[in-house]
């Protein structure tokens, strides 16, 4: 209560709490991955370009053997020289896959010009997002109701 008294400074404004839970990696591509969910301590690359990495590779070097990290700024756009790098670091490390954050995972699913050869070797770390205190129906509806609002703005 009183965290959230601190926080609230507006009238309107609503804080949610939340955790998350992280899983073991799992193949990007699926079609072409070429071996089961990842072995603890097997070689990885991390990979990550996200806001605050440091818990990622935290737990990436408690359960694997990191051979390689590439941190890249938030919200980064992958470019040709990215996945050279990354094509150079899976040669440098003979058996190492890469391991990426599920935030950067959709980046390179969206991305028509990731190499095939890259595929069967990338994996992702998927993630559950649960609320504390029951928020997500209020938080679910002011979601819907700021978008509602909005489009009655653009009409």
């Not at 699926?30 to 990622?56: H, T, W, Y």
């Not at 390689?68 to 020289?81: M, S």
Request: aromatic content about 10%; proline content about 6%.
């Amino acid at each position: 209560r009183i965290l959230r008294k601190v926080l609230i400074q507006i009238a309107y404004q609503q804080v949610y709490y939340t955790r998350f839970e992280s899983f073991i990696p799992q193949p990007l591509f699926a079609d072409e991955a070429s071996r089961e969910p990842l072995a603890q301590g097997c070689k990885v690359i991390a990979l990550s370009g996200i806001g605050n990495p440091e818990p990622f590779l935290k737990t990436l070097h408690e359960r694997y053997k990191v051979v390689a990290e590439v941190t890249l700024d938030d919200h980064h756009v992958y470019r040709v020289r990215d996945i050279r790098l990354l094509a150079s670091l899976l040669a440098k490390h003979p058996g190492a896959v890469i391991v990426t954050t599920e935030k950067d995972a959709v980046r390179i699913l969206n991305n028509p010009y990731f190499p095939h050869r890259l595929k069967r070797s990338i994996f992702y770390v998927p993630i559950k997002v649960e609320f504390i205190d029951r928020g997500e129906t209020e938080f679910t509806a002011g979601i819907e109701k700021t978008i509602r609002d909005s489009r009655l703005f653009k009409s």
